[in-house]
């Protein structure tokens, strides 16, 4: 095998451990549903029927879709780190980091199982808004191109928060940390309402969201097929998670020093 | 840590012995590369560990003091991730689980979740994801920390069938004194990061040079012991642990000595030094004493690392 079969396995093989987790108990991912379920059946709702905020040709609750969607897996993908800091209590995380795989393989299966909750995500709430009519267009290769982004926008954030956790250590800390942050990389972007809209300083902190690239890609499939955008948002997101992945290979030593 | 510096031979038992925060942790843990030391080389059957080091961990199992089997998942796929991890070739990966399975008795429990496993199992599951991948060389942080008397004993004999049988060479350690005298072939005894004692169970016995007099007494003898009668090893409550080089004609003389300085002498025994003797000469803390220390500490440190 050469190093990057090797790499790609073992990358693969992290992923199925918490592929296998997940089949074995996936409780989680079904609470996990009840947020993005209240902001699509109660938030987008309302804001649908008072028509407060402006999305041109199409309706609130189609363009706040997306928005939810990337909102719910970025919960998912933020709060991964705090698993790395229960492997490193319990020992776990000792003994991955003691195997020949790479470190940069065990962080990107982890960030790679995160993309898989997010898929599942993605799923279930394009089925509840085709119970709840949103009119969006599911072309097949639109679909997949979602999943791969919701995939590569999950390994994003969820190697930013290894990186955090890296730092932080605790999980009380995570929680605090994940918490503090999930909220306004949600607000400052466009995710529930157009950057147009925002005040200017608010515009300027939005540009550089990574969170707006993949609702803005996501959007460009989901809802308005204008590609445009597309090079861009992939450009972004892609290299904000290179970026992350990278150091988040490094910090993780620190972990079990 | 200080400087230290050991060598290992192919198909012994290895025991690193000492009291928490002697540096056994550290010293595996730069092995295996999880640390770095500051200076210094190491190399494992003969490559160099610092500079490839996950050459030499493809050559190494690895079991953490700590529980490090996965809960959530069953025992088979444990051992089928970490197969994976060691990249065992796929044609070989299910005759290596079967077989780690069978070796640590745990085949009829292979599909239960690994949270349902008694203490007991988990350790003998953690040792077979250690041996799916046939390390060359195994290494076992206090491989019976935590483990009541019969699974200890269990898995004792796992390891040692492991070393005969396999030739795996083990490096272990262990604050137990029995466990070093059951297994291992060589010890070193650590104590603030260096080495203060090593070498075969026995040579560490006779080195002491003599026996061991326990004598217990109506108050604490606090007074200090001639030199001539022998060395004061160990002094309790009401009773001293005292090295001496010819047991037999000591008794008498001891016991008149506390006599005389109005002791009231209780009992007497004489014992051949233990490798618990040993330690208590070198590291200067009895283990007995050293455990509940330690565990009060061990707790603390835990407390310590919610809050920090």
Redesign the interface.
């Given at each position: 095998m050469n190093s990057i079969t090797r790499f790609i396995s073992s990358s693969l093989a992290v992923a199925e451990m918490e592929a296998r987790k997940i089949r074995h108990d996936s409780t989680e991912l079904w609470t996990r549903l009840v947020q993005p379920a209240l902001w699509l059946l109660i938030f987008g709702e309302v804001f649908t029927a008072i028509r407060a905020i402006s999305t041109g040709p199409y309706s609130y609750i189609q363009f706040i879709t997306p928005g939810v969607l990337a909102q719910s897996v970025l919960f998912v993908a933020i709060f991964y780190g705090i698993t790395v800091v229960w492997e490193r209590d319990a020992g776990l995380l000792h003994k991955l980091l003691s195997t020949p795989s790479p470190r940069a393989s065990i962080i990107v299966g982890k960030t790679l199982a995160a993309g898989v909750r997010g898929i599942f995500q993605a799923i279930m709430i394009f089925a509840l808004a085709l119970v709840i009519g949103v009119n969006l267009r599911f072309d097949v290769l639109d679909v997949l191109g979602v999943f791969v982004t919701i995939v590569v926008f999950a390994m994003c954030f969820s190697s930013l928060s290894m990186i955090l956790a890296s730092f932080l250590k605790t999980r009380d800390r995570m929680m605090g940390i994940g918490q503090a942050i999930t909220m306004p990389l949600f607000f400052a972007s466009n995710a529930i309402y157009p950057i147009s809209m925002m005040p200017a300083w608010l515009q300027s902190i939005a540009v550089y969201n990574p969170l707006s690239y993949g609702v803005d890609a996501v959007r460009a499939m989901i809802l308005t097929g204008q590609y445009s955008n597309l090079p861009l948002d992939a450009a972004v997101l892609g290299g904000f998670t290179l970026l992350f992945l990278f150091v988040a290979s490094i910090s993780i030593r620190g972990m079990v020093e | 840590m200080d400087a230290i510096s050991f060598k290992v031979e192919e198909g012994e038992i290895f025991g690193l012995l000492g009291p928490n925060g002697a540096g056994k942790t550290t010293v595996i843990?730069m092995i295996?590369?999880?640390?770095r030391p500051t200076a210094g080389t190491m190399q494992i059957c003969g490559i160099d560990a610092l500079s490839s080091s996950?050459?030499v961990?493809?050559m190494?199992g690895?079991?953490?003091?700590?529980?490090?089997?996965?809960g959530?998942?069953?025992g088979y796929?444990n051992l089928l991730?970490?197969s994976?991890?060691?990249?065992v070739q796929r044609k070989d990966r299910q005759p290596r689980i079967k077989e780690a399975l069978q070796w640590m008795e745990l085949t009829d429990r292979a599909d239960d979740?690994v949270k349902h496993y008694s203490g007991g199992m988990m350790r003998r599951l953690?040792i077979a994801?250690a041996i799916v991948s046939r390390p060359r060389v195994l290494f076992l942080d206090e491989p019976s920390i935590g483990l009541d008397p019969a699974s200890k004993r269990q898995v004792w004999k796992h390891i040692k069938r492991l070393n005969g049988e396999l030739n795996m060479t083990v490096l272990i350690t262990t604050h137990d004194m029995a466990e070093a005298d059951e297994l291992c072939s060589r010890i070193a005894i650590m104590n603030h990061g260096r080495f203060v004692a090593s070498g075969t169970p026995s040579e560490l016995k006779h080195g002491m040079g003599g026996d061991v007099v326990t004598v217990r007494l109506s108050s604490k003898p606090d007074l200090a012991l001639p030199l001539e009668l022998g060395k004061s090893l160990h002094v309790l409550e009401d009773s001293i642990d005292i090295l001496t080089s010819d047991g037999e004609t000591a008794i008498p003389r001891i016991a008149s000595f506390y006599k005389e300085n109005g002791f009231q002498v209780l009992s007497m025994s004489l014992n051949k030094p233990t490798l618990d003797d040993v330690f208590l000469k070198y590291a200067k803390v009895r283990i007995e004493e050293e455990e509940s220390y330690s565990q009060a500490r061990q707790s603390r440190r835990s407390f310590m690392?919610?809050a920090?």
């Open positions: - | 843990k295996i590369g999880l640390t996950s050459q961990r493809q190494m690895y079991v953490p003091q700590a529980i490090s089997a996965d959530d998942l069953t796929e991730i970490f994976k991890l060691f990249y979740l953690e994801e690392r919610h920090r």
